[in-house]
Structure formats: structure tokens, C-alpha cells
Nanobody
Framework: QVQLVESGGGLVQAGGSLRLSCAAS????????MGWFRQAPGKEREFIAAIRSSGGSIYYANSVKGRFTISRDNAQNTVYLQMNSLKPEDTAVYYC?????????????????WGQGTQVTVSS
């Protein structure tokens, strides 16, 4: 079993930056695709970024493309989400998730391992 713990959320002004971390424990995530999701109040969960186990393939939702960067450090068993040029509409709880089915990294329903989430609030 993989346990995931997010950190790095907080309150930031519009235009600012935050870096989220997702630390994995229990087993290595070396062979796992990892993703970031978010959910704002009253809205459905949104699949915003994913990275394959090798780091060679990456996905971004249009809503974050060009502003957010996903990366991973397999040696540290950690995944990151660098968020720049933040907007009030980025306010949400951000979740890290993983799937051992690496080739299905674009399929949100394949992510079976989840963190507890970290709150990001962007003020205008």
C-alpha cells in the first residue's frame, strides 16, 4: 500500500506562487504514475496534472497549462506541483494521487491511492 501526504498549501495573493509536495511512504512510487487533482466548493473534482513513472510523459488540464508544473523525484519518493501566476479560481483542495497502472496515467478513474488533500486559497 502507498500512503500519500500533501503539503505546501496555504493562502496566497493572486499572481503569487506555491509549491505543493506529495510525500509517499509504504512503498516506492518509482513504477507509479502520479497525478494532481483539485476540488473547489460546490464543484466536481478536476484532474489537473499527471506524470508517468519515468517522468517522460506529462499531462496538464487547459485550466493550468503554462502556469503549473508537475515533477517527481523518485529517489525522494515525492511528487511536486509548482503553481505560478495563481488566480482566485485556483482556490480548492488539492489532492495527490497515484496509480500502478502507469500506461493509464491519463485516466482519472485509474488513480486508486489518494492523499488527504491540502487547501490552497488565492485571494484577489
Amino acid at each position: 500500500q502507498v500512503q500519500l501526504v500533501e503539503s505546501g498549501g496555504g493562502l496566497v495573493q493572486a499572481g503569487g506562487s506555491l509549491r505543493l509536495s506529495c510525500a509517499a511512504s509504504g512503498r516506492t512510487i518509482r513504477g507509479y504514475a502520479m497525478g494532481w487533482f483539485r476540488q473547489a466548493p460546490g464543484k466536481e473534482r478536476e484532474f489537473i496534472a499527471a506524470i508517468r513513472s519515468s517522468g517522460g510523459s506529462i499531462y496538464y488540464a487547459n485550466s493550468v497549462k503554462g502556469r503549473f508544473t508537475i515533477s517527481r523525484d523518485n529517489a525522494q519518493n515525492t511528487v511536486y506541483l509548482q503553481m505560478n501566476s495563481l488566480k482566485p479560481e485556483d482556490t480548492a483542495v488539492y489532492y495527490c494521487a497515484g496509480t500502478y497502472r502507469d500506461t493509464y496515467y491519463l485516466t482519472s478513474g485509474e488513480y486508486g491511492y489518494w492523499g488527504q488533500g491540502t487547501q490552497v486559497t488565492v485571494s484577489s
